[in-house]
């Protein structure tokens, strides 16, 4: 094990920013504008799922939150802090929660087995699994199930995300529209799940506020 292979990124770095610069001498003195992205994307952590590189944008295109398979806790203040952010702050006008096939926080969540801390994150999959459970169970091919479990989880993400206030909020106040995409890691391609959220008619009423004021917290 190379205790030193750490110092290759900062070497890798370098080599990056010098290329920078010599395809366009001003380039990082454009990035030091206010960033101005049109997207929050909501993705996986798994490091094979760059957002800038699958979707081929360049750095201040997109605002980036990321977590064990794209999730959407309503008790996750680090994933609200950000959703809040962008939508209030940035004014961007989609947010994508884009999942992926193979995905491991998936697969964990369908094995009746603990695998330590991650065990309180991967209950909220498997709550999404009892959901769907008739239909995930009707599939025999377990790859398949679990593609089609990560297909399901992204939707109910997507709905979580309209659940919120700072979402709601938004739709009264500002055009935005949340969509749901899944990335094959077989072959670079997002599907595209046709699920756009732009309006609480997309919720059922009971998760609905209509008393939101512009002032309104988390």
Request: charged content about 25%; glycine content about 6%; hydrophobic content about 40%.
């Amino acid at each position: 094990m190379n205790m030193n292979s750490h110092l290759e990124l900062l070497s890798g770095n370098k080599r990056w920013a010098l290329s920078k610069l010599q395809d366009d001498p001003n380039y990082f003195k454009k990035l030091q504008a206010i960033q101005r992205p049109e997207y929050l994307w909501i993705g996986c952590s798994d490091s094979r799922v760059p957002a800038n590189e699958v979707t081929n944008t360049a750095p201040g295109d997109i605002f980036v939150h990321r977590n064990i398979a794209n999730m959407v806790v309503h008790t996750d203040m680090n994933l609200l802090s950000v959703l809040d952010y962008a939508v209030t702050v940035l004014k961007v006008k989609h947010v994508i929660v884009c999942g992926h096939y193979g995905c491991g926080g998936v697969k964990a969540a369908m094995e009746s087995l603990s695998f330590g801390f991650v065990d309180s994150w991967l209950r909220n999959i498997k709550d999404v699994y009892v959901k769907y459970f008739k239909e995930l169970e009707a599939i025999s091919d377990k790859e398949a199930r679990a593609d089609r479990l990560v297909e399901l989880n992204v939707i109910e993400q997507v709905r979580n995300l309209a659940k919120t206030k700072i979402v709601q909020r938004a739709w009264r106040n500002d055009e935005l529209k949340v969509h749901g995409w899944v990335y094959g890691l077989n072959d670079g391609i997002i599907k595209n799940l046709e699920l756009v959220f732009d309006d609480v008619e997309n919720i059922d009423s009971i998760y609905r506020y209509n008393n939101l004021q512009g002032n309104e917290q988390l």
